[in-house]
């Protein structure tokens, strides 16, 4: 069973930097289309970042300039470089990896943001 596992997540001043990762386990299968969503309190979860094939992203408007996904080096694991955190960037963050047109996600990280 595919399972994805985030870390990175944390407290951190208005303008400081996080890395958040991620892996997945339990295939053989590589996934090519990777992303990161965030849901803050109240609100529905968005799309944050995305990966196809290690070279085509897609960024949020409001994160475009700021943050950056990266492909992992080590099979199926995405990382992503937030900067110039505001507080609007305070939401539980959540991995996504499809294999074969199949959704995983990760259990979510808590980013805050203080100001």
């Known amino acids: 069973q595919v399972q994805l596992v985030e870390s990175g997540g944390g407290l951190v001043q208005a303008g400081g930097s996080l890395r958040l990762s991620c892996a997945a386990s339990?295939?053989?299968?590589?996934?090519?289309?990777m992303g990161w969503y965030r849901q803050a309190p109240g609100k529905q979860r968005e799309l944050v970042a995305r990966?196809?094939?290690?070279?085509?992203?897609t960024y949020a408007d409001s994160v475009k300039g700021r943050f950056t996904i990266i492909r992992g080096i080590v099979k199926n694991t995405v990382h992503l470089q937030m900067n110039s955190l505001n507080s609007e960037d305070t939401a539980v963050y959540f991995c996504?990896?499809?294999?074969?047109?199949?959704?995983?996600w990760g259990q979510g990280t808590q980013v805050t943001v203080s100001s």
């Open positions: 990966i196809i094939s290690g070279a085509t992203t």
């Open positions: 339990g295939t053989s299968l590589i996934s090519n289309d």
């Open positions: 996504n990896e499809n294999f074969f047109g199949r959704p995983y």
